[in-house]
């Protein structure tokens, strides 16, 4: 039996999950039980393949475990951008070898389809808009990426708009951006009203357990997950939960659990909307991955996220909440000058699960034990299409995006401690520093 060393603890402060509709969580698990199938991880790519599994196997019993309430970890404090297109901040253009990046867009558009499908069958409220989004650049090295993000658009043969300064407050209110490139195929949504509404239309075969944190677990002919108020035996595991898996066991030193940051301003007011102008929902990404992400929600709220902090641990630090709120103060001053009363009603963090070669993993990490992990920053899109092909393939069925996932190499080993907190702390900074103005 070995000890589980990190368990999620995310702060209580996350806005998206205050402002989604009220809902009771499923009872934690009590005392001993049996299952054939047991997903642990009840995010986005929990949720899909616990939704699958049921599906090829209406008669059996699904069993989804999460850490804490659902919609209350990293699904649910996302900046909540669907997004289609290859998104590879490893590579100059964000596009990176054309093949690659056509099996990418096609396993994003797969994801967006379904998650769309999902919200319309059962009438999911999470302010979902097919809108598109924004790519935004102040500084020279910003346009630069914006010019090889059109030329490998391009070579997608994608669409897009190239936006000049002058014409931006038309769209998002502010000129503080020189240049932007729009794109129509990204969806914008509410991600802890999303995740709550896939977790409460769960087919009738799916039991979900909340507030479950599995503290042992021993691995065998089945895997045996222990928790403070009793266990669950598993025939066949399947992990979603992102860089956790190396607590048990898995591509130990091969995930980077990095955490961002946001903030939501209170609604603005009609006089304040009238100020800003621009279109009644939008989002914007930032042309240096470093820089700052901006929504305006259709409740007319502005995000900010900005900064990132490596928590090896996997859990929230409120040392940095109180450190990058004051980056976020100063990102919404630069671009929201005509806005000066409006503050933040809430900040807080949420961890991606990255690795050193942006790749995922996606198939056996040992036997009757599977996974999906390691979405690297597209969760929303990537961990549903991932967590809906792996049950596929569990059930014995796999196309030619599943062999692409196969396929592909997975996470790289990262450099031993000290070396890697130190590594990566230095090109965080280094990152941010760098980014300038788009920070």
Not at 39 to 63: K, M, S, W
Not at 256 to 274: H, M
Not at 342 to 366: C, D, I, K, P
Not at 384 to 390: F, I, S
Request: proline fraction near 5%; charge should be positive; charged fraction near 20%.
């Amino acid at each position: 039996m070995a000890k589980v060393t990190h368990v999620p603890a995310d702060d209580a402060t996350c806005g998206w999950y205050h402002l989604a509709a009220p809902r009771t969580p499923r009872p934690a698990h009590v005392g001993t039980r049996s299952a054939r199938w047991v997903v642990l991880g009840a995010g986005f790519t929990g949720l899909a393949a616990a939704r699958q599994l049921a599906t090829h196997f209406p008669d059996e019993e699904i069993v989804l475990i999460d850490a804490q309430a659902v919609g209350y970890g990293s699904s649910g404090r996302n900046a909540g951008f669907a997004i289609d297109l290859p998104h590879d901040i490893g590579a100059d253009d964000y596009i990176g070898d054309i093949a690659t990046a056509k099996m990418s867009l096609a396993l994003n558009l797969k994801g967006q389809s379904i998650l769309k499908d999902l919200v319309k069958q059962h009438q999911i409220d999470c302010q979902l808009r097919e809108c598109g989004k924004y790519q935004a650049a102040i500084e020279g090295r910003g346009i630069a990426v914006l010019e090889a993000y059109r030329r490998g658009l391009d070579k997608l043969g994608q669409s897009y708009e190239v936006i000049s300064q002058q014409d931006l407050p038309q769209h998002i209110g502010t000129a503080f951006y020189r240049q932007a490139l729009f794109t129509p195929g990204t969806a914008l949504i509410q991600p802890a009203a999303l995740v709550r509404g896939l977790a409460d239309s769960l087919p009738k075969n799916v039991t979900l357990y909340e507030n479950t944190v599995i503290t042992e677990v021993e691995y065998g002919t089945k895997t045996r997950l222990v928790h403070a108020g009793g266990a669950i035996v598993a025939d066949k595991l399947v992990l979603t939960n992102n860089a956790f898996a190396m607590s048990f066991g898995f591509l130990k030193g091969r995930m980077l659990p990095i955490f961002t940051y946001g903030s939501l301003t209170r609604p603005l007011t009609e006089d304040e909307q009238a100020r800003l102008g621009g279109k009644p929902y939008w989002g914007v990404i930032p042309a240096d991955p470093f820089g700052t992400t901006l929504r305006r929600t259709v409740d007319n709220r502005i995000l900010v996220r900005n900064s990132f902090s490596f928590n090896t641990d996997g859990r929230s630090d409120p040392k940095y909440l109180r450190r990058f709120i004051k980056r976020h103060h100063a990102s919404f001053r630069e671009r929201f000058p005509m806005l000066p009363q409006v503050n933040f009603e809430y900040t807080w963090g949420g961890s991606l699960s990255l690795s050193r070669n942006h790749m995922a993993h996606f198939g056996q990490l040992a036997p009757n034990v599977y996974g999906a992990l390691c979405c690297n920053g597209l969760g929303v899109t990537r961990g549903t299409v991932t967590g809906t092909l792996l049950a596929d393939w569990l059930a014995g069925e796999s196309d030619h995006l599943t062999d692409f996932l196969l396929a592909a190499p997975g996470p790289s080993r990262n450099p031993p401690q000290p070396l890697l907190s130190a590594g990566v702390n230095m090109n965080l900074a280094w990152g941010q520093y760098r980014a300038g103005k788009e920070s």
